[in-house]
């Protein structure tokens, strides 16, 4: 699957792994994410104010086997 964050200041990059979660605290605020099989565009460091948006790519083109 290919993730996709767009941060505050228009800058957009995508990252292709098999999982990705999402972590909360107890107030519903988003502290951190999971990511697992990354096979390219592996992000170094990330800081959560600055992220405007997270989203999935590519849903129908997947292939399970």
Do not use: H, Q
Request: glycine share 10%.
């Amino acid at each position: 699957m290919k993730i996709i964050f767009v941060l505050r200041n228009g800058f957009t990059f995508g990252v292709t792994c098999e999982e990705f979660s999402l972590n909360r605290n107890g107030l519903g605020d988003y502290t951190g994410y999971e990511i697992k099989g990354i096979k390219d565009n592996k992000p170094l460091f990330i800081r959560w104010e600055d992220v405007v948006l997270v989203y999935r790519a590519n849903i129908g083109e997947e292939v399970t086997e």
